[in-house]
């Protein structure tokens, strides 16, 4: 007990103090653990042989992870995204794969282990590419959207991967790997069937799952949800994957596997973020525990006795995977600057890897040697990740533009054009539309835009900044130009895009601040709306109601404050320097002020003026 609390200890120090450190420098946690893994292994020696025991733990992580990707995968959503998860996603795993095995076999290496290789390597890293890309603002590119339609494909890819494996395995070697891992008396059974009754067992296995999601998990879940105690809702929710899991073991399948089809029958459920929030921190807390028992259990001796080996098979590695990116996505319209993101941001392994060599390893599929190498390249591979995005800065901006593929075909463009349509865009859409006018609607938020679809708008995915899809959607000839995008920044650049190719467009924006608004009505904007502006007034105007004002005396209220406040925001514009703090800004100050003493004498004159009418002043008609 001792030994297994100063174990506990070091790794969780290492967790809170290294991958914060690591995340900060733009390394992204995965890293962060294998470097610390590295650390607290190879480099000090802090940990042993023990470690091999907390991996075994630490892989239930693994588990849940495959469970939470499962709950995000709804079956409708990848329908619509089908074209380039079967199409661009499957040609990249699948050219990997027969392109790596294929050269593995020419070398003199067995197929089964070849295929085992190329399965591996075929597959990038979703952790730090997504949170690379993110970071950078690059989700919403063509080479970003791209980039993740094929870590979605390599994700779900990873479920029939992990089903594939144990059958690479030679039956002895499988008996072996039976012995140690414990099969019990049920794997005993197993062993002892006819090839069909294994079959049948492993479909009534799968069968079990999808039909208990369906019809046994959601009501028990509502049960328990009745007692009203969180605690037990988190017991419930690793329950689910403890019992999934554990019956696949029993069948001789992946537990993974279970998970991952018991999350996308549950997709769909009611208590699908319940689940998520439930298990979240435990799959966090575990899989972090085995990627820094990977990096602790790493052999750095193939590096140290020959460098130039495994330095070079990782940039050979890296160099395949470029080549065959760079010509699916020219085969795919990609362009310049997106192209190259597609090519390099994808061109590494990933962790799924050590998942894998992980499982590889206890079907006694790689031998000992080989499998601490693969690990070796596959890590090396991921450090080198950031590397490769700085090659893309510098490559990137020196390619010419290139015709970008605009996801949406615009095939009826409208006179009025709304630039994004979430909560805001979507009210004003929805007033105009009713109101008898018909509009372009533009957002690259795909859910979005599929649940308008399905209420009977039109509306067209997308990213409204893009120059060539806003000429599409008709900005030559339409009226009215509604910019409700919630980045301020890409609002202000698309008003100033917008004033310069159309000068007698009439442009109304959304701001989140006044300096928002200053900026927004520099760049050619006509009418701009603070976004919770016309809410306070209303929300003001109730509280006046509610300590003695008529309903005509906060109107009026109201409609004074908005019609004054509105005026004095244009002469503020005019004295607003751009870069300077407004209370820094002493001429702006001075103007505030009096506008605010001139506000509260024409609000106060009104009161006293409807006192005077209402109490019976001369002016009342007798």
């Given at each position: ?36 893994g ?17 991996q ?64 591996i ?15 950078k603002?690059l ?28 059958l ?11 012995a ?41 879940f509502?049960?328990v ?46 208590f ?63 362009f ?5 993101l ?9 962790e ?47 390619q ?22 979430g ?24 859910k979005?835009?599929?649940l ?12 409204p ?15 009215v ?19 310069r ?8 924006a ?10 927004l ?88 003026s ?13």
């Amino acid at each position: 007990m001792d030994a297994f609390l100063f174990q506990a200890s070091l790794y969780l120090i290492a967790m809170v103090v290294a991958v914060p450190v690591a995340a900060r420098l733009g390394l992204g946690s995965v890293l962060g653990y294998l470097l610390i893994g590295l650390l607290i292994g190879p480099v000090t020696g802090l940990v042993g042989s023990e470690m091999r025991d907390l991996q075994h733990i630490a892989e239930f992580g693994v588990v849940m992870m495959l469970f939470l990707i499962g709950l995000e995968l709804d079956p409708r959503a990848l329908w619509a995204m089908r074209g380039k998860l079967i199409g661009l996603g499957g040609l990249q795993v699948l050219g990997t794969m027969a392109l790596i095995t294929a050269l593995l076999v020419a070398t003199g290496q067995e197929w089964r282990v070849s295929l085992a290789l190329g399965m591996i390597f075929s597959l990038s890293s979703t952790a730090i590419v997504l949170q690379t890309m993110t970071e950078k603002r690059l989700m919403q590119t063509a080479g970003g959207r791209a980039s993740f339609a094929v870590l979605l494909t390599q994700d779900i890819a990873v479920i029939p991967m992990l089903a594939l494996m144990p059958l690479l395995a030679l039956p002895g070697a499988r008996a072996v790997a039976q012995a140690d891992n414990g099969s019990g008396a049920v794997g005993d059974f197993l062993q002892s069937l006819p090839a069909w009754g294994a079959a049948l067992t492993t479909f009534g296995a799968v069968a079990a799952v999808i039909l208990g999601g369906h019809y046994l998990i959601r009501p028990l879940f509502r049960y328990v949800h009745a007692a009203k105690l969180r605690e037990i809702n988190t017991a419930m929710a690793l329950m689910i994957v403890m019992v999934i899991a554990s019956m696949m073991t029993l069948v001789g399948l992946s537990p993974a596997l279970g998970t991952f089809l018991a999350g996308v029958v549950l997709a769909n459920s009611e208590f699908k973020h319940e689940l998520e929030s439930s298990i979240e921190p435990f799959k966090g807390l575990l899989l972090g525990m085995f990627f820094i028992t990977v990096g602790a259990g790493m052999n750095f001796a193939p590096l140290i006795t020959n460098p130039p080996n495994i330095i070079g098979l990782v940039l050979a590695l890296v160099g395949l995977k470029a080549g065959l990116l760079y010509a699916l996505g020219r085969a795919y319209g990609l362009f310049g600057r997106d192209r190259w993101l597609f090519t390099l941001g994808l061109a590494q392994a990933g962790e799924f890897g050590f998942v894998l060599v992980s499982f590889a390893l206890g079907q006694r599929i790689l031998p000992e040697a080989l499998a601490q190498k693969v690990l070796l390249i596959v890590a090396l591979s991921m450090l080198i990740t950031p590397v490769l995005f700085i090659l893309l800065d510098r490559l990137g901006p020196k390619q010419r533009p290139g015709p970008q593929t605009a996801p949406d075909a615009i095939d009826d463009p409208r006179q009025i054009i709304i630039a994004g349509v979430g909560r805001f865009g979507q009210g004003v859409n929805r007033m105009v539309t009713m109101s008898g006018f018909k509009t372009t609607v533009l957002d690259n938020d795909l859910k979005t835009i599929q649940l308008m679809r399905k209420f009977g708008f039109k509306a067209y995915f997308g990213d409204p900044t893009r120059p060539d899809l806003l000429s599409s959607a008709g900005l030559q000839n339409a009226s009215v130009l509604v910019i409700c995008l919630d980045d301020y920044a890409a609002s202000t650049r698309l008003v100033a895009y917008a004033r310069r190719v159309r000068p007698d467009l009439h442009i109304v924006a959304r701001a989140r601040d006044r300096v928002h608004v200053f900026e927004l009505v520099r760049a050619g904007a006509n009418d701009v709306v603070r976004e919770l502006f016309d809410s306070s007034l209303r929300a003001a105007r109730y509280v006046l109601e509610n300590v003695g004002l008529s309903e005509f005396e906060a109107a009026e209220a109201q409609r004074i404050f908005y019609k004054l406040d509105r005026e004095g925001l244009r002469d503020l514009a005019q004295v607003w320097k751009p870069g300077v703090p407004v209370e820094n800004n002493s001429e702006y100050m001075e103007l505030s002020r009096a506008q605010n003493r001139d506000l509260e004498n024409a609000l106060m004159t009104r009161e006293k003026s409807a006192q005077t009418t209402t109490s019976g002043s001369p002016h009342e008609p007798t």
